[in-house]
């Protein structure tokens, strides 16, 4: 354990015993080595635990935590908060990893820049399940007070990209543990009120999305946690940037619910499920020429067939390697 480390780690894992290895790895392999990594295990019931104190053996670093039962991911990253002794908190979802140079660059970053930044983040690779990466588009990047840009439906992705001044908690407060999705959203609305945000347009982090039961499983949460972020900030969202923009919101999020519920409803052969938001999304107006033919595939060829074709779609498309 480091006494004063520049830099807290944190990763909220439960049941990724298969892919928590490669977080950590990706942590002790920085380039920037002053930092403390707290690994907090949301009840899993896995041998997640065990992959961990065999690394923790090895790094005095490495801080475990476990709850005695399931409590979700903000109450995770909380407790992982509230335990970090360094100035600079950076988050690391277990099934994300970071290049090597990642709290290199962002802390070098925050010495530069004004004292009013109190978040940095960076670009990413997005790996799908194929293996194939993909850059995201650089052109989404918000910086300065953008207290106005999140309330017009601007939102930052994944924590894993983020490097926070610990100062910060302090005025905006910890993660909303009665949300059970967009936590980070409302999180980057309550620290926007109080800092500005800065990035480092370099790529530093790589997201791996999944498909299949898991995400099929989220729906709920999902949803749950939609509705209760739009009651939580909908008036203040009417107010500032009006009716048409919340509206908007609404559309543009539950459409990318309803896209997930319908493909990895489909590939796990819940077909009625898959119809049943379907449905949804051609009342919403958010079925693309694109996604009938994805789902015709799926239906007519079975999700092998999708997937073939879908590979040689991004092969034949701009996919990069890093």
Aim: net charge positive; hydrophobic share 40%; with cysteine.
């Amino acid at each position: 354990m480091v006494e004063k480390p520049i830099v807290s780690v944190i990763i909220p894992t439960y049941n990724r015993a298969h892919l928590i290895g490669r977080a950590i790895k990706s942590v002790l392999n920085q380039t920037y080595q002053d930092f403390e990594l707290i690994i907090v295990d949301d009840g899993s019931t896995d041998n997640t635990e065990d992959i961990i104190r065999q690394f923790q053996e090895k790094d005095k670093r490495i801080t475990y935590i476990k709850h005695d039962k399931n409590r979700g991911g903000s109450a995770a990253r909380n407790i992982g908060i509230k335990d970090a002794k360094g100035e600079y908190i950076a988050f690391l979802d277990s099934d994300d990893e970071w290049m090597p140079k990642k709290i290199e660059k962002q802390v070098n970053f925050f010495i530069k820049c004004s004292k009013s930044v109190g978040v940095i983040y960076c670009l990413y690779y997005l790996q799908d399940s194929f293996g194939y990466i993909e850059k995201v588009d650089s052109s989404n990047m918000r910086h300065g007070n953008v207290y106005n840009s999140l309330l017009n439906g601007w939102c930052p992705s994944s924590t894993s990209f983020f490097i926070l001044k610990t100062q910060v908690f302090k005025k905006s407060g910890l993660f909303d543990e009665s949300l059970s999705s967009f936590q980070d959203y409302d999180l980057w609305i309550r620290i926007a009120q109080y800092y500005e945000f800065e990035f480092v347009e370099e790529y530093l982090a790589i997201k791996h999305n999944h498909g299949g039961s898991q995400i099929a499983k989220d729906l709920k949460p999902r949803l749950k946690g939609l509705y209760l972020f739009l009651k939580k900030w909908g008036d203040i969202i009417k107010k500032e940037a009006g009716v048409d923009v919340f509206n908007n919101i609404q559309r543009i999020h539950l459409s990318a619910i309803y896209h997930n519920a319908v493909f990895n409803n489909l590939l796990i052969f819940h077909r009625k499920e898959a119809i049943k938001y379907l449905k949804r999304l051609w009342k919403m107006q958010s079925l693309s020429l694109k996604d009938i033919i994805k789902v015709g595939v799926i239906l007519l060829g079975g999700p092998k067939l999708f997937k073939c074709c879908e590979s040689i779609w991004i092969k034949m498309h701009h996919f990069y390697q890093y």
